[in-house]
């Protein structure tokens, strides 16, 4: 099993970066491919973007292609979502994601989750 505690969330203005990371450990890391998710108030959790666990192939949610990166160190355990432009409807608490063996394409295949972390843009 992965345990993974996410890191960097805060408040930002519109317009505004965030850089978030999510710390794994137990199991092998490249065994996973690596997630985020994210959850505004009163809204269900969705897919904000995926990587392999070579780090090769990288997906995005469409409402975020182009100004969020993600990104993975499987040195030092760790998936990082670097946001950007960021905007008021991007307020959400975002949850790090872990996937065994999978290779990041299906976002209903990640099965471990971390605590979240709140990210709050103002307008």
């Known amino acids: 099993q992965v345990q993974l505690v996410e890191s960097g969330g805060g408040l930002v203005q519109a317009g505004g970066s965030l850089r978030l990371s999510c710390a794994a450990s137990?199991?092998?890391?490249?065994?996973?491919?690596m997630g985020w998710f994210r959850q505004a108030p009163g809204k269900e959790r969705e897919f904000v973007a995926a990587i392999s666990w070579t780090g090769r192939n990288t997906y995005y949610a469409e409402s975020v292609k182009g100004r969020f990166t993600i990104s993975r160190d499987n040195a030092k355990n760790t998936v990082a979502l670097q946001m950007t432009s960021l905007k008021p409807e991007d307020t959400a608490v975002y949850y790090c994601?872990?996937?065994?063996?999978?290779?990041?394409?299906?976002?209903?295949?990640?099965?471990?989750w971390g605590q979240g972390t709140q990210v709050t843009v103002s307008s």
């Open positions: 994601a872990a996937d065994f063996l999978g290779s990041g394409d299906d976002n209903s295949k990640f099965d471990y």
């Open positions: 137990g199991r092998t890391f490249t065994h996973y491919a």
